[in-house]
T-cell receptor
Framework: GAVVSQHPSWVICKSGTSVKIECRSL??????MFWYRQFPKQSLMLMAT?????????EQGVEKDKFLINHASLTLSTLTVTSAHPEDSSFYIC?????????????FGPGTRLLVL | AQSVTQLGSHVSVSEGALVLLRCNYS??????LFWYVQYPNQGLQLLLK??????LVKGINGFEAEFKKSETSFHLTKPSAHMSDAAEYFC???????????FGPGTSLSVIP
């Protein structure tokens, strides 16, 4: 089946630094990828929709200048948390859409746990 | 707009007992509905999904869910709980099988030996 990977799986950084998280579709091309955030003991909230070759669409309340999304190829989307602060500590999960054929569905990555000190 | 509610943020069942996790949805278009499970400190695993093919959907690990349009519900059941079923369960809705997913608040399932 289709697989989505994320790198790194966890990261600890100092406040004020930037962190890049990669999301890759390993065996299919994904024109659309999504980024979600999950705070402890809470549900997943959609942050943004990433379309290959175009600007990402951010959900209301998500700062586009803080959470930079780049979808430069059909198999890779990156989320950069700029000037990270402790309140950005969260579990970030990406998903990639396979929107053709009998297996069309959305595949989730394993998540990246970010801790900002 | 689409949304999901899950009645009961925490459910406890005895091992071997019936598991029933409730989900109600709101959607202005025919919905695609999903149940995901998340084990502690892990990502999401798809249990099952409804895509209008059949109202009773069978998933992995013995779970199934029934789509009831008249009740706007998609409750998840399992006849006999196992200790390994203890996890967080999320009901979710989407406009297609590959579009962005709107998650419910989640239900934490505990299984008592």
């Amino acid at each position: 089946g289709a697989v989505v990977s994320q790198h790194p799986s966890w990261v600890i950084c100092k406040s004020g630094t930037s962190v890049k998280i990669e999301c890759r579709s390993l065996d299919f091309q994904a024109t659309t990828m999504f980024w979600y955030r999950q705070f402890p003991k809470q549900s997943l909230m959609l942050m943004a929709t990433s379309n290959e070759g175009s600007k990402a669409t951010y959900e209301q309340g998500v700062e586009k200048d803080k959470f930079l999304i780049n979808h430069a190829s059909l198999t890779l989307s990156t989320l950069t948390v700029t000037s990270a602060h402790p309140e950005d500590s969260s579990f970030y999960i990406c998903s990639a859409s396979l929107n053709s054929g009998p297996q069309e569905t959305q595949y989730f990555g394993p998540g990246t746990r970010l801790l900002v000190l | 707009a689409q949304s999901v509610t899950q009645l009961g943020s925490h459910v406890s069942v005895s091992e071997g007992a019936l598991v029933l996790l409730r989900c109600n949805y709101s959607s202005s278009v025919p919905p695609y509905l999903f149940w995901y499970v998340q084990y502690p400190n892990q990502g999401l695993q798809l249990l099952l999904k409804y895509t209008s093919a059949a109202t009773l959907v069978k998933g992995i690990n013995g779970f199934e869910a029934e789509f009831k349009k008249s009740e706007t519900s998609f409750h998840l059941t399992k006849p006999s709980a196992h200790m390994s079923d203890a996890a967080e369960y999320f009901c979710a809705v989407s406009q297609t099988s590959y579009d962005k997913v709107i998650f419910g608040p989640g239900t934490s399932l505990s299984v008592i030996p």
